[in-house]
């Protein structure tokens, strides 16, 4: 590990840093690129199927799917890139090339070449969610970690909210291909909006870009229990929202006939996280993530138990549906962001390898299960509530494991930055 010289110093970044609200919204909409260039695309998967010639219904899952592992696997790289050039030297490059992958998304001509696109706009899109939390780390530790997080995730989920909406209306109005437009005009916003945010990595945490460093960070990860288990506990967790996410369309416009209501079943849906991540963020300083993020976990898996019965009864109506769903994707908002602070409490030194590493770990994980789940959608909602039930189990086996058996403790809280 070498020292290597970085800027700005550290007082002209405090001096110039944004304000806390804005810092907050111009995370949270940097991570909202790689929500909209997934929600907005839900209602539009039938088009798009009828548009570029896809025979198998299912096989629409892979336009969302596909970039999801995209971002997986390119989070791995953007950790190391960014403790060597430096947070901004990251995000510039990759709003650029997201800006020039969803124009070519739009421009695809087959379904291969939709899906490969999608793939290298997921791969570039991955720093913008590993970039961000590396800049909240530089800034914050512990439980206060995990609260800013939380309210980066609360405007974050307004986009979820928003975007079938968006996506919807974009469609009816212009063809699917204009989503991808849309995508690349946002692009261009938060380059423009990028230019108020200072260097956060401090000089002192400035890291050579070698394998040999790379490979040395990976390893004290997965050496780490406690952090490789809440890593893949979230990795587990973060499946079950992928399985929905990748057959909400379909739930919706063929097990309920709804297909219209689309765009507001998944809007109240998201609004169950969103009143999750808010509520997370005010009480996560005062309980602690272990506490809540295991309760929320128990939770979870009461309510998954209800949707198995509810899927069984042969009276399951759209409401129920959307109520249990709107309840157990609201608790993967308490579990989400507190599981990834949890999991980087020892690694400030090395926010940017190892926020990286986590976050190819877990988001590979979730998409290769997520998109197994997608796949078993038979005309039910249950192979869904199966799933989820099955998730949560595996995800409190491995906090169990990561814990040695202890849950519910409050080992303690780090102090807070003044930023």
């Not at 110093?9 to 810092?23: C, D, Q």
């Not at 230019?195 to 997965?222: H, K």
């Not at 689309?262 to 849906?269: D, E, H, Q, S």
């Not at 998109?371 to 799933?387: K, R």
Request: charged residues 10%.
């Amino acid at each position: 590990m070498h020292n290597l010289p970085a800027s700005p110093p550290p007082a002209e970044t405090t001096r110039r840093l944004p304000g806390p609200r804005e810092m907050v919204a111009m995370m949270a909409m940097l991570m909202a690129l790689n929500a909209l260039a997934i929600d907005a695309m839900l209602p539009a998967l039938p088009a798009i199927g009828k548009g570029l010639g896809v025979a198998v219904a299912n096989d629409r899952q892979y336009v969302i799917s596909i970039y999801i592992l995209g971002t997986a696997i390119g989070a791995l790289v953007y950790g190391p890139l960014a403790d060597r050039f430096g947070r901004k030297g990251v995000f510039v490059p990759a709003l650029l090339a997201y800006t020039i992958f969803a124009i070519g998304c739009g421009l695809a001509t087959s379904f291969p070449m939709l899906l490969a696109l999608r793939f290298g706009h997921g791969l570039v899109s991955a720093a913008l969610g590993v970039v961000v939390v590396a800049v909240i780390r530089d800034l914050f530790s512990g439980d206060a970690m995990a609260k800013r997080l939380s309210l980066i995730f609360l405007v974050f989920m307004i986009v979820p909210i928003i975007a079938p909406s968006i996506g919807a209306g974009v469609a009816a109005l212009a063809g699917w291909r204009a989503i991808f437009l849309v995508l690349a005009a946002m692009g261009v916003v938060m380059l423009i909006w990028l230019r108020r945010l200072p260097e956060t990595l401090d000089p002192a945490d400035v890291r050579g870009l070698d394998l040999r460093t790379m490979v040395a960070g990976w390893s004290a990860v997965m050496r780490h229990r406690r952090a490789a288990g809440y890593m893949f506990a979230a990795g587990v967790m973060q499946a079950a929202l992928f399985g929905y996410l990748n057959s909400s369309e379909q739930i919706i416009a063929e097990v309920f006939g709804a297909q219209a209501l689309f765009p507001l079943v998944f809007a109240c849906v998201a609004v169950g996280i969103a009143i999750a991540n808010f509520s997370n963020a005010a009480i996560v300083e005062r309980f602690g993530a272990r506490r809540v993020s295991q309760t929320a976990v128990f939770a979870f898996m009461a309510t998954s138990i209800a949707q198995i019965v509810a899927a069984l009864s042969g009276a399951e109506t759209l409401a129920m549906f959307t109520v249990l769903m709107m309840i157990n994707v609201g608790l993967i908002g308490f579990i989400g962001s507190n599981f990834g602070s949890i999991a980087m409490e020892d690694f400030g030194h090395m926010a940017g390898i190892a926020s990286s590493y986590q976050s190819f770990a877990k988001t590979l994980l979730a998409a290769c299960v997520g998109a197994f789940i997608g796949q078993q959608y038979d005309g039910s909602t249950l192979p869904l509530a199966y799933a989820f039930l099955g998730c949560a189990t595996m995800g409190l086996v491995l906090v169990l494991w990561a814990e040695r058996g202890r849950l519910f403790t409050r080992p303690g809280t780090a102090p807070k930055s003044p930023f």
